[in-house]
Structures are given as C-alpha cells and as structure tokens.
C-alpha cells in the first residue's frame, strides 16, 4: 500500500507478508533498507558479503548491494515500510553505508516505544489500518528526526534515471558539490558511493525490463552493458537470478519485490 501523500518521498510502500509455513527460506534481491515488524516468527539474514545476523523484533535493514538470504521460523508474518533515502535521511542519524548488508534493532535507533507500535500492529489485520500505525509512525519520526535530505535525493534520483549507465561527473555538476561531497552524501543516504549506486539500480531496472518482457538482452546491450556476459553477471549479482530465469520461474520473494 502507498504511503500517505505527504510521506512519499520518504516511504516508498508498506508491505504485510505472511508466509503460513513452518519454515520460510528464499533469497531477495538487492533492495532498500527496510523497517520490519516481526508480527509473528523469528529469523535472520545472511547478507551478500557472507555476514549472518538473527533479525530482531523489530528492525532496521539497511540497504543490501547484493542478494541477501533470508529465512523465518513460522507461521511467519512482518509489516514492514521501505525507507527511501530521503527517509533515511529524515529519520537516521548513522551513515547508510555503516549499515549496508546488516540488521539491527529499530529500537536502538528510535527508542522502546517501538514495542507498542508493534503491539497495536498486532491488535489488527486490517491492512488498512496497519497502513494508518505505519503513517502515524512514520510522521513521528521525520519531526523528530536529523534534517531534510530531500534536495539531494531528488538531484540523485534523476540522475539514476537519466540513462542506464550515467556518469558521476554528471552527478558533480547538477548538485554543485565536489565529487568527494558527492560520494560522502552518497554513502549516508544510500549506503554506496554514486559509481556501485548506478551499477545496483542499471541491473535492477534491467532485471524488471526483462521481468516485464518489455526488452530482450540484444535491446539491453545498448544501454551500458559491455556486452552479454557482463549484462548476465551484473543482473546475477543485484538479484541472485540469470536473465533466462527472470524471463521464466523465478522464486517467491524476488517476484514480489520485483512486482
């Protein structure tokens, strides 16, 4: 479900999963970071680098480069926001790149008073009304949070849009700033320098051309991939699966992150 209005640029959905199953396993894309509610279940991560992490009660998820395996002891169920740079910024003192491929618990960062947001999350399994908690939440903590990243965020956003392959020079010259500002900014609100940034988003939008039939690897070629090989490697490494795969079965959890 979408955020309310006034909170999209810093909340990009909210999301209820559950997974009614004694064990869940799968592997997940690379992706935002992520505040997660474990409603129901335990479980843990083992992110792209090797690193292996239980999941607390509640979580912050900071954004993966790489895909990140995941499992849940059930029955399983999480309500979860996807936290966008800008949010990132609003709401988290700590540098993104500090947390890139790690877990920890959300209550560290905004206090205790998480158990009761998430025992009034409980109370309910109206998603409408779990959506209404997640925006009341999500209000509370930009006003009380770290300052407005918003500028940055957008000028990076359409940089990231502006071609498959863009140039950070590019980058230098719409914000103003000097590369090494560039990269700082870069790695606290993204959690990677601009040159991976640009690299993790070109296979992910790759990856949903191809999910969506809307190209082919011949079509993708011309849009900043050295050639078929490295267009394979570079969507393998983002999301764990070959481009025949994407095009054909994939797994449960890199579906639903990818719709």
């Known amino acids: 479900a979408a955020p309310d209005a006034a909170l999209t640029d810093y909340v990009s959905v909210f999301y209820n ?4 199953v004694p064990r869940f396993e799968d592997d997940d894309r690379a992706d935002l970071a992520q505040l997660c509610f474990m409603l129901k279940g335990s479980g ?3 992110f792209a680098d090797g690193h292996v992490q239980d999941g607390p009660e509640i ?3 900071g954004p993966t480069m790489g895909v990140t395996h995941v499992w849940v002891d059930g029955p399983a169920e999480v309500f979860g926001a996807g936290l966008l740079p800008a949010g990132w910024g609003a709401m988290i003192e700590t540098d993104a790149s500090s947390l890139t491929n790690r877990v920890i618990d959300a209550t560290e960062l905004f206090g205790r008073d998480l158990h009761e947001v998430a025992d009034r999350l409980r109370a309910t ?3 409408d009304e779990r959506v209404a908690i997640g925006n009341e939440l999500i209000r509370d903590l930009v006003a009380r949070g770290h300052g407005q990243s918003r500028w940055f965020t957008r000028a990076v956003d359409s940089w990231l849009q ?5 140039e950070v020079d590019d980058l230098v010259a719409a914000t103003r700033l000097s590369r090494r500002q560039v990269e700082r900014l870069c790695k606290r609100l993204y959690g990677a320098p601009p040159k991976l940034l640009s690299r993790k988003y070109r296979a992910l939008r790759a990856a949903v051309v191809l ?3 809307e190209a082919g690897i011949a ?3 011309e849009q900043g991939f050295y050639d078929q090989s490295h267009c394979i490697r570079e969507i393998k490494r983002f999301t764990g699966v070959t481009p025949t795969r994407i095009q054909g079965d994939l797994n449960e959890l890199t579906r639903l992150t990818m719709k």
């Open 125 to 127: 399994e109206s998603l």
């Open 162 to 166: 502006s071609t498959l392959s863009p």
């Open 211 to 213: 999910a969506k039939r």
């Open 17 to 20: 999963f559950r997974a009614d």
């Open 219 to 221: 079509e993708l070629l």
């Open 59 to 61: 979580q912050i998820v």
């Open 44 to 46: 843990g991560y083992r």
